[in-house]
């Protein structure tokens, strides 16, 4: 039998190859968040609309303020919503509030803390204004140009824009509905814990995290249920995955006695493109086409199988959701201990990753009485203890999977390696800097 054990690269690819962003759906603006635009949006107004004043102040020509200070006759306020009604003329200026529309004959507006304040009459006590405080017209977007193009990522500030132009509902790429399938007689739903507390059962973790690990990454899960270990049982619980985009499975792609995944799923007429891949946790990884539609075989183990998911599942499903940059990025990371591995295999390693903190406050001064410029020492790593799969509770401490390469058996403190982010943690801080 032909050898399908790959790298973790060449099994990334292959996956990725065979997924391809799912059609469009219509969605209201807010409901479009965190969601890929399918086709530009083109702005049918200008904005601002008119030229507006930048600040609180007074509305004024550049020449009446050339000497200051300078005294002019107060004519009238425009607030915000409003129109001027006559135009500013030589020795005038018309009080105005930010965002209100420009009076004609006006190119400055002189903000209130250079003036006296005054309602009828003021005194401009500073000229650094002039010429300066106007937003002019188009300055944030024109009618008939690209408001948001295709392929943009809806955050709130696209969201905002959009919701300026008027686009209240729009066409972005439809979230995947991805169906999830445990399998083993010794599982069991949270409803069904008093087995687990007789000791005969232990609850099904990987039905719980999977369809968060789903859902964080955009798509919509499908719970399947649990299976049990037999041929007809994954047949009955696979047929609900009817309309389904992606197919992710938990256990049974082994090689124990009641490993019937893969067996089950080439009956039902699927396609295997590989079963093994070259890591740990996870080497039992699986992947294959049933009628066209994906389905990746993730490893019973709760840590390699959200390991797994990271690596190969999250970047389908992001791909599936229209998304271009579909990995997070290689982070480089000195050790704070020293790591061993054990097999000549790429190893992801549950690790806490951490930023230092600043340290110039603490550097001598310098012989001028300055302080050196602000050192910060590079990102560093630990693990969060014992690295078996199955120890759940290891992964909840990690921010990071260290990422060790198959080549380094043991590699010493203080040495560089790469370490992917699991979430934003490893970049938060406790404190607010600058």
Known sequence: MKDYQLEVAEAVGRILDAVRPLPTERLPLLDSLDRVLAHDVVAGVTLPPWDNAAMDGYAVRAADIASVPATLRVTGTVAAGRFATRAVAAGEAIRIMTGAPVPEGADSVVRVEDTDGGTSQVTVRDARDAHKNIRPRGEDIVEGRVAIPAGATLGAAQLGVLASVGAAALDVIRAPRVAILTSGDELVELDGFAEVRAGRKIVSS???????????AGGDPVYLGIAADTKDSLREHL?????????????????????????????????????????????????????????????????????????????????????????????????????????????????IVRHPERTSSSLPERSDGSRPPEHREGPTARLTGPQSSGILTSLS???????????????AAGETLHALSLGDDADLAADFAL
């Open 206 to 216: 990987n039905s719980y995290a999977l369809q968060a690990l789903v859902r964080a």
């Open 239 to 351: 047929a609900r995955a009817r309309d389904c985009d992606l197919i992710i499975t938990s256990a049974g792609v082994s090689v124990g006695e009641f490993d019937y995944v893969r067996e089950v799923l080439t009956g039902l007429g699927a396609t295997m493109s590989f079963w093994r891949v070259r890591m740990r946790p996870g080497a039992p990884l699986g992947f294959g086409l049933l009628g066209g539609v994906p389905w990746i075989g993730l490893p019973g183990n709760p840590v390699s199988s959200m390991v797994t998911f990271e690596l190969f599942a999250r970047p389908a499903i992001r791909r599936m959701r229209g998304h271009t940059r579909l990995f997070r990025r290689p982070l480089p990371v000195l050790l704070e201990e020293p790591v061993t591995i054990t097999a000549p295999l790429t190893h992801f390693l549950r690790a």
């Open 397 to 411: 401490l990690a921010n990071a999977l260290l990422i060790v390469p198959a080549d380094r058996t043991t590699v």
